[in-house]
């Protein structure tokens, strides 16, 4: 079982319930029947007010005394011959293609309030007659960068959303894609450092478990979040099918960054023995350990979940340069045309750097977190001279859409475009930049409000 010291924030957690997720989750939660199999979510409804009455429900599986794995595997290593070798257990997809636009949100960190506003934003999330979530944006490609987990009361409701939305726009040639970030590895490592209050409440609401029991064993409510999130638990089990790694037609997508390195120990590799980590798979022989997650993975602050290379607001002397050389060399590497990464908040709001190569979409929209208001980037199919433009979209803030539209703001949604060529076709002296003359730099962030 994970620390003392989280036992200590369980405690905390049942005795400062906040009372609209007391209200509304142990309602949805004790009223619709546990999942026989995951997902399968009953489609969450939608109200103005978007907390987490959106979320269903679920009884996790018989308690487990297995420990947690907080170690690394020893071959997380660079070494050229390990590349690409196959792996036990098929994990998710590293490369897929989009028919229509690719949309990138960045860290929600529990806050199903901006999760929903990012979604609108973007134009893929409505609501039926009945007020239920409805797949809006046809073959629309939605990626969301990771860190779903922490910081916010209303996790579980979030997943469920995102993985009912993925359901609908599959059947339309969509898909939601979400990639597992630093955040989401270390609640199944059982790190439970960075959990809210309302989210081990959650939990235990998803367990099933009563007022009374919480009442004689307020530790109750971190072994439902030890049995959901370890690894082999119903939602460490779902968290596997999501990519560490994505590289949607040539945009890559991750969560901290990628470096050559990683290429190296090969990115199948990489997705493969996350997944198998997370879902707890041991080996077709006997007896054989369950495995440990590879370092390059999360293991340290150059592993693809932590890496922080791309998402610095400040350079020092040489910095800026050495930043430049291992994202070209690794865009070169994959054929791409860019990176999208999350990870580190942008106090600046939703960016790129590198003449649009790099785009940070992590804002710090959750209340956890900067409590910014949302924005989302939006990348179109290329046009007949191979570019692709890049739009930055923001929320209109906390004024309401009538007051923004007596300003002449349009609602108050930002918007700014980029085109963003091939990157041999810029290293040839064609370059990217903005789409005409009123148009920002192509570093320029987008302003808030």
């Given at each position: 079982?994970?620390?003392?010291c989280?036992y200590?924030?369980?405690?905390?957690a049942?005795?400062?319930?906040?009372?609209?997720l007391?209200?509304?989750?142990?309602?949805r939660?004790?009223?619709?029947?546990?999942?026989t199999?995951?997902?399968?979510p009953?489609?969450?409804?939608l109200?103005a007010?978007a907390?987490?009455?959106?979320?269903?429900g679920?009884n996790?599986?018989?308690?487990s005394s297995?420990?947690?794995?907080?170690g690394f595997?020893?071959?997380?290593g660079s070494d050229?011959?390990?590349?690409?070798?196959?792996?036990?257990?098929?994990?998710p997809p590293v490369?897929v293609?989009?028919?229509g636009?690719i949309v990138?949100?960045?860290d929600?960190h529990?806050?199903?309030?901006k999760?929903?506003?990012?979604l609108q934003l973007a134009?893929?999330?409505?609501?039926d007659?009945?007020?239920?979530a409805l797949?809006t944006g046809?073959d629309t490609?939605?990626?969301?960068l990771?860190?779903?987990?922490?910081?916010?009361?209303c996790e579980?409701?979030?997943l469920?959303?995102?993985r009912?939305?993925?359901?609908q726009?599959?059947?339309e040639?969509g898909?939601v894609?979400?990639l597992?970030?630093?955040?989401?590895s270390?609640?199944?490592a059982?790190?439970f450092r960075?959990v809210?209050p309302?989210?081990f409440?959650?939990?235990?609401v998803?367990?099933g478990?009563?007022d009374?029991?919480?009442?004689?064993?307020?530790?109750?409510a971190?072994r439902?979040?030890?049995?959901?999130y370890?690894p082999?638990?119903?939602?460490?089990?779902?968290l596997?099918?999501n990519?560490?790694v994505?590289?949607?037609?040539?945009?890559v997508?991750?969560?901290?960054g990628l470096l050559?390195?990683?290429?190296v120990?090969?990115?199948?590799?990489?997705?493969a023995?996350v997944a198998a980590?997370?879902?707890g798979?041991?080996g077709?022989?006997?007896?054989?350990?369950a495995?440990?997650?590879?370092f390059?993975a999360?293991g340290?602050?150059?592993?693809?979940m932590w890496?922080?290379?791309?998402g610095r607001?400040?350079f020092?002397h040489?910095?800026?340069q050495?930043?430049e050389?291992?994202?070209l060399?690794?865009l070169r590497a994959?054929?791409a045309?860019?990176?999208v990464?999350g990870?580190?908040?942008?106090?600046?709001?939703?960016?790129?750097e590198c003449?649009?190569r790099v785009?940070?979409?992590?804002?710090?929209?959750?209340a956890g977190v900067l409590?910014?208001?949302?924005?989302?980037?939006?990348?179109?199919?290329p046009?007949?001279r191979?570019?692709?433009?890049?739009t930055?979209k923001k929320?209109?803030g906390?004024?309401?859409a009538?007051?923004?539209r007596?300003?002449?703001?349009?609602?108050?949604?930002q918007?700014?475009?980029?085109s963003?060529?091939?990157l041999?076709?810029q290293?040839e002296?064609?370059?990217?930049?903005?789409?005409?003359?009123?148009?920002p730099?192509?570093?320029?962030p987008?302003s808030?409000?």
């Amino acid at each position: 079982m994970p620390s003392a010291c989280v036992y200590r924030a369980s405690l905390h957690a049942v005795k400062h319930r906040p009372q609209p997720l007391l209200a509304w989750t142990a309602r949805r939660f004790r009223t619709i029947a546990p999942f026989t199999a995951f997902p399968t979510p009953a489609r969450p409804r939608l109200h103005a007010s978007a907390s987490c009455e959106a979320v269903s429900g679920w009884n996790t599986s018989s308690p487990s005394s297995a420990p947690p794995s907080h170690g690394f595997s020893s071959n997380g290593g660079s070494d050229p011959d390990t590349k690409e070798s196959a792996a036990p257990f098929a994990g998710p997809p590293v490369y897929v293609k989009a028919p229509g636009r690719i949309v990138a949100v960045g860290d929600i960190h529990g806050d199903l309030n901006k999760a929903v506003s990012s979604l609108q934003l973007a134009g893929v999330l409505g609501r039926d007659e009945e007020g239920r979530a409805l797949w809006t944006g046809a073959d629309t490609t939605l990626v969301q960068l990771g860190d779903v987990l922490d910081r916010g009361d209303c996790e579980i409701g979030v997943l469920l959303l995102l993985r009912e939305l993925d359901r609908q726009a599959r059947l339309e040639q969509g898909a939601v894609w979400m990639l597992n970030g630093n955040h989401e590895s270390l609640n199944v490592a059982g790190d439970f450092r960075y959990v809210t209050p309302g989210a081990f409440w959650e939990c235990a609401v998803a367990a099933g478990i009563s007022d009374a029991e919480l009442e004689r064993d307020p530790r109750a409510a971190l072994r439902a979040r030890w049995e959901l999130y370890r690894p082999g638990g119903r939602m460490a089990v779902d968290l596997a099918a999501n990519p560490t790694v994505l590289v949607v037609n040539d945009i890559v997508f991750a969560h901290g960054g990628l470096l050559p390195h990683h290429l190296v120990y090969g990115l199948e590799r990489i997705n493969a023995e996350v997944a198998a980590w997370m879902s707890g798979a041991k080996g077709g022989e006997p007896g054989a350990a369950a495995p440990l997650p590879p370092f390059l993975a999360m293991g340290d602050g150059s592993s693809i979940m932590w890496n922080r290379t791309y998402g610095r607001e400040q350079f020092g002397h040489g910095d800026r340069q050495a930043m430049e050389e291992q994202l070209l060399s690794t865009l070169r590497a994959l054929r791409a045309r860019a990176m999208v990464v999350g990870h580190t908040p942008q106090t600046r709001g939703l960016n790129c750097e590198c003449g649009g190569r790099v785009w940070r979409v992590d804002v710090g929209m959750s209340a956890g977190v900067l409590d910014a208001d949302p924005a989302i980037l939006e990348l179109s199919a290329p046009d007949e001279r191979g570019l692709v433009t890049a739009t930055a979209k923001k929320a209109p803030g906390r004024w309401s859409a009538a007051a923004m539209r007596g300003a002449g703001l349009d609602d108050g949604v930002q918007v700014r475009r980029w085109s963003i060529g091939p990157l041999a076709q810029q290293e040839e002296g064609a370059g990217v930049g903005g789409g005409g003359a009123d148009e920002p730099a192509p570093d320029a962030p987008l302003s808030r409000l």
